[in-house]
């Protein structure tokens, strides 16, 4: 895993004959428990993920962008005098919205040349795209002497995917590529950006993501109806409850069960997710610092339990691999992760457990579905980095 950054230099003067300033790298996350809370204000555990998106660039002295993606073997050209217009479609937009966030900042921005390429699985939920935004703000930020901190970066690429891409996500994917560090999980209060990098438990643990390489349901109005209904929640809550609430973070499991009756079911179900999910991901948190492995795992699979039946965000194909995971003798836990509607699951396991955890899911899944899933064993990586070409 992680990009060939030679290959990827050598790359760049294959299309542009001409050496990167600069190669930026971001990578994908895995988050072991918090889905669909960061959004509404509350708390995740992500890990970086050793998969990377790069991208080698250097400046120009005009506004033309020059772009080149290995993976789509696609070429896009576009200026920044019109960034706005007919807004960039496919791969190129996730480049072209942080542009259109510099330039709404009022931060000094040129053209580029640039190629992009990549190991982070593309449609598995494992945040391509933000691995992307990622790396193309740190690049960004050093062509222009741009100095930005790592949450505001964070920042700057979730307002990037909200108001260029049109997706009404959370900052977590972001602040996990930015922020990240091998060996670690970040705990993340999505309310005020607070952060804190929690050590793996010295007893050897490893990350299973299974990729069910369904196509994802996931696309904007999807997930956007999952916000429009937590919205809702937080209003009808705030009526029932006759407060003020900012967000579902806001209201206690014991204030929502004497509430939910009097909301219709499916917002009832949303709130009921997204309140417990919080509650789960601070007792993981305290699990993991005490090394209570058996415990952070039992929260894994209520988290999955309740993305099935309160969120509706599961698949038959993620619920599948959760059932076969639990069959594996050192399999601690296991969970659906990212957006949902397809993509990946998460499982904490022993090495020990690894070879037969392959062979069992390998072996179910292509029963269930005719095909074998995608298993990426991993541990906590690094965050973004920029290295000087040459």
């Known amino acids: 895993m992680a990009v060939n950054l030679e290959r990827l230099e050598q790359l760049f003067y294959e299309k542009f004959a001409g050496t990167p300033e600069l190669i930026a790298r971001a990578p994908g996350r895995v988050n072991l428990i918090g889905e669909h809370t ?24 005009d506004h033309a962008l020059r772009l080149f993606s290995v993976q789509y073997d696609d070429w896009v050209e576009l200026s920044l ?32 040349d640039a190629v992009v390429s990549g190991d982070v699985p593309l449609g598995a939920g494992l945040s391509s795209s933000a691995a992307l935004g990622c790396a193309t703000t740190l690049a960004l930020a050093a062509l222009f002497d741009v100095d930005l901190s790592r949450p505001d970066m964070a920042r700057l690429c979730l307002d990037s995917e909200i108001n260029y891409v049109g997706l009404s996500c959370g900052i977590m994917d972001q602040f996990i590529s930015m922020c990240g560090k091998a060996g670690h999980a970040l705990f993340l ?13 010295a007893e050897p643990l490893l990350i299973a993501v299974s990729n069910t390489l369904a196509k994802r349901g996931l696309t904007e109005s999807a997930y956007n109806q999952r916000v429009a209904e937590c919205r809702q929640g937080e209003r009808l809550l705030s009526q029932l409850l006759g407060r003020s609430i900012r967000s579902l973070r806001d209201v206690t499991w014991e204030e929502f069960v004497s509430v939910q009756a009097s909301m219709p079911e499916t917002v009832g179900r949303r709130c009921r997710h997204v309140i417990s999910e919080n509650a789960r991901t601070l007792r993981s948190v305290e699990a993991f610092r005490c090394g209570d492995l058996a415990a952070f ?94």
């Open 297 to 390: 795992g039992r929260e894994m699979d209520a988290s999955h339990a309740s993305l099935r039946d309160d969120y509706a965000v599961s698949c038959r194909e993620l619920d599948e691999l959760v059932e076969l995971a639990h069959e594996v003798p050192g399999v601690l836990g296991s969970r659906m992760t990212g957006g949902g509607f397809g993509g990946c699951t998460v499982s904490l396991l022993h090495p020990q457990a690894e070879a037969h955890f392959r062979a069992h899911l390998t072996e179910g899944y292509r029963q269930a579905f005719g095909r074998a899933p995608e298993i990426y064993v991993c541990t906590p990586s690094d965050g973004a980095s920029v290295h000087r070409a040459g």
């Open 38 to 61: 960061d959004y509404n204000q509350g708390y995740v555990l992500p890990v970086a993920l050793g998969f990377d998106l790069a991208l080698a660039a250097r400046a120009r002295a």
């Open 81 to 112: 005098d019109h960034l706005g217009e007919g807004k960039s479609a496919g791969w190129a937009r996730y480049v072209a919205g942080i542009f259109d966030q510099f330039l709404s900042r009022g931060l000094p921005v040129s053209g580029i």
């Open 189 to 201: 209060d999505c309310r005020d950006d607070s952060y804190e990098l929690i050590p793996f438990p």
